[in-house]
């Protein structure tokens, strides 16, 4: 269906063994990346993901540590001699910077690079394919930072199978069923879509947000998400550095995720001060139970 | 007396588990980088080098296995609250580049980034510390591109310990034996400095050359160096790739060494299409035997 990897989980400097930021999210045939810190392209070669695959990238936001692996893995596509026109999304600033580095590094790279700048104050449609939508909204940062919403769309409707076994349905009649409609047979009589269709999977989501301080209004875009992956750089007692920094504790995510009606909690963009993450899963598991650390290179199928 | 450790070995893009271009030259208190590659700042974590330390950075050419690891470890230097300041020396266009990314990433260095545009013809003096002065000089490559030559400067001379034990040399003459001079005794007898005198150390030099094609005139440049670092993107068997790309093959590489009159040759920036690099040493041994190869984590005293 669709499965999420963890490249990177440090904020701000590489440490512990800690790398830059940066999700790998696969679904319907798409390659999607969710931030792109410096090693990413290292990091996706470590986890054997192909580079070539990417089809967009989503950027949070121009901190270094979110961005700077842009450059080289752009330019490793490159020489792979990539074709596919890629789609990169990010707040104002994205565009002149990877138009200064082309223009130093004087490259012209092999393959099209659409640039899409987000800069929106509510939750907001971004781009589409066959299976799913993403959206952009506002996150609460030192500097415009957004997060993104990965919606998989609804599944057709399956007839259930006893249905099919005890009644003979005309096959120009399987589709429109399976559009929603209530069947009606030779006879005139009606069944109802609900009690003969049914969907088998429900549609999946996943919400990426960083860097962000605590933003209650978050849980209104992401509403009964599947899967929210939310920054915890520090924990509840470096709560005044979390304010005074915009960004959020353990304590601070299990809150949206719980606000979000979310079904499972992903949580990393640990400060470099903190070596044992487990004290993170601590704070926040209290207050919602499914809550699990972004390890690299975990991965995890929805 | 000096340290050099390799951080990257390979060229253009990562590949075969190897990272990119950047070399550590640690000599007298200074600590020196050439190039940096994207993921350079991990190489210095991963080798338990300090990044504080580096004073200043050598930039061959802009291409991105070149230098995109710059922005990283100067925010990163930044973060860690970096006061000194330091010297950042490159082609024209990386003035351009580091203020962009400065630009883009709202970011205010917490220390001076003095950057120094190399532009020559011929070797030229660069920079010197106490004991050492840096020269640059023009490679061959499809970009300006430019090796660097790090020269020790001579020591002072030792007066021969047997020399001493014999005769009774009046304290004010030890600084005018070691400065060069001859001795006279109250005889009136004199002593040749160089039958008295001797120099316990030879001065080292390390050239760092890559990117660029076969360039016999890098001999004029470095004649005698202790350790020459030269680009074997290639083996002779793809020399016409070599040609085109304005890259050496390991043969070019150890005849440089030869007509350089080098002691001891260094060579990396492997292409990716090769996994097994004792090829690169069987090519270059016959012509140049004191090859090795420019292995990740090597560290070499001088």
């Given at each position: 269906m669709a499965k999420l990897t963890i490249l990177g989980n440090s904020a701000a400097l590489p440490a512990n063994n800690r790398k830059l930021s940066a999700h790998l999210f696969e679904i319907d045939g798409h390659s999607l990346l969710f931030d792109c810190g410096e090693g990413t392209q290292f990091q996706l070669i470590n986890f054997k993901k192909?580079?070539?695959?990417?089809?967009k990238i989503f950027i949070t936001h121009l901190h270094g540590d979110h961005f700077y692996g842009l450059p080289g893995l752009l330019s490793t596509m490159s020489m792979l001699n990539r074709e596919k026109a890629i789609d990169i999304y990010g707040p104002k600033g994205l565009m002149e910077f990877l138009h200064a580095i082309n223009e130093v590094s004087k490259s012209e790279p092999s393959f099209k690079q659409r640039i899409h700048i987000v800069d929106v104050e509510n939750k907001q449609f971004l781009c589409e394919e066959k299976g799913f939508k993403v959206y952009a909204f506002p996150l609460f940062h030192s500097v415009a930072s957004f997060g993104y919403l990965v919606q998989q769309k609804e599944f057709k409707l399956n007839i259930k199978k006893s249905f099919v076994h005890n009644n003979d349905i005309p096959i120009k009649w399987f589709q429109r069923i399976k559009s929603g409609e209530d069947y009606i047979d030779n006879s005139g009589t009606v069944f109802l879509n609900k009690d003969i269709a049914e969907q088998l999977h429900s549609p999946i989501s996943y919400a990426y947000c960083t860097?962000?301080?605590?933003?209650?209004?978050i849980a209104d875009y992401i509403n009964a998400v599947t899967l929210l992956y939310h920054e915890t750089t520090f924990l509840n007692s470096e709560k005044e550095d979390a304010i005074a920094k915009k960004h959020s504790t353990a304590e601070d995510a299990a809150n949206i995720a719980k606000l979000s009606n979310a079904n499972n909690l992903i949580i990393g963009h640990f400060?470099?001060?903190?070596?044992?993450?487990?004290d993170f899963l601590k704070e926040a598991s209290p207050i919602f139970p499914n809550t699990i650390i972004a390890t690299e290179g975990l991965e995890i199928d929805l």
């Open positions: 192909s580079l070539l695959k990417i089809s860097d962000t301080g605590y933003f209650p209004q400060s470099a001060r903190y070596s044992d993450l487990n």
